[in-house]
């Protein structure tokens, strides 16, 4: 099998250095699957990302063909068939929100270009680097050469978080709660929706709200700690969701590459068509199923009530006004 060539920015970063581990050893693009890392990060970087390449090499993966280190873009995108967007610039001390809009900008311009010019046109990207849903919707603008579906952001984190959430308080593996889903935007107004949640419960399933038995809890508590997720691990362990962080890039990529089972959904911040009432041409969290051509569809005709509706559409305007002021610092 030739090998796939998978890009990973911020390569030098915390989330790439547990990310790198999954994808090369093939949790990612399967165990038979080889392949050639691109790794960019920013020139003063350099040093550490050869540090990376150094421990790549020592844990002899017989997946890992290549390791192409870089701080040129072109290098980074040409002929690739995965791009893990994890680099952005972060938000430091007393900086404004626009300034730090303005400077990711920048960034996903530039790798937008980038990806228009030198990658495959059937490259599927996944943006991690915060704001990650208007980062995705900027970098695809300025790629018109390739389909807008094959641009993401990643909500996969919050949904796993809700996930767990949700089997903790109901004493069941992680693995036998499925469709949760995160609606909107990677901030804390995203929407985490348990309504049409299922759990197996001794081999029988149920609606999550059903076995749950707190409406109260669901639509207070539950939501606020999925959304403070992120705060509270920063305030723990003094730097922000790493491992987490990674796991959840590769159970995006992979769903993507393999397809979900049937009757299974999971969330993606992906190109809104609108569905839901949502605001369109944004890039909105949705649930959506995947098949084993790599192509999502948004799930349709979910029962949404008027308390979720209000909820979807707080996230939603957050958005059109992230991308309002993102296009507003573009100039072309
Ligand atoms: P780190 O600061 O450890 O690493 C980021 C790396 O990106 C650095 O090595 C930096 O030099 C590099 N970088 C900056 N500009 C670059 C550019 N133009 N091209 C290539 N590389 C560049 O951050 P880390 O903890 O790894 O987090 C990375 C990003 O993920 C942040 O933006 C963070 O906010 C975001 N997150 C997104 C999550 C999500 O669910 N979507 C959750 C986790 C995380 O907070």
Known sequence: MDPIRVLVTGAAGQIAY??????????????????????????????????????????AFPLLREIIPTADEKVAFSDIDAAFLVGAMPRREGMERKDLLAANVKIFKSQGK???????????????????NTNAFICSKYAPSIPKENF?????????????????????NVSDVANVIIWGNHSSTQYPDVSHAIVSINGTVTGV????????????????????????????????????AAKAA????????????????????????????????VIYSFPVTIGPNKKWNIVQGLQVNDFSQEKMKITGDELLQEKEEALSVCQD
């Open 250 to 281: 590769c159970d995006h990529m992979r769903d993507w590459f393999a397809g979900v089972s049937e009757g299974r959904f999971v969330s993606m911040g992906v190109i809104s068509d609108g569905s839901y009432g949502t605001p369109k041409d």
């Open 152 to 172: 993401s952001a990643m909500t996969r984190l919050d949904q796993n978080r809700a996930t767990s959430q949700i089997a903790n308080l109901l004493k069941v």
């Open 18 to 59: 547990s990310l790198l581990y999954s994808v090369a050893k093939g949790d990612v693009f399967g165990p038979n699957q080889p392949l050639s890392l691109h790794l960019l990060d920013i020139a003063p970087m350099m040093g550490v990302l050869e540090g990376v390449v150094m421990e790549l090499n020592d844990c």
């Open 114 to 132: 980038a990806l228009d010019q030198y990658a495959k046109k059937d490259v599927k990207v996944l943006v991690v680097g915060n704001p990650a």
């Open 209 to 244: 709200p059903d076995a749950v038995k707190d409406d109260g809890y669901l639509q207070g508590e539950f939501i606020t700690t999925v959304q403070k997720r992120g705060a509270a691990v920063i305030a723990a362990r003094k730097l922000s969701s790493a491992m987490s």
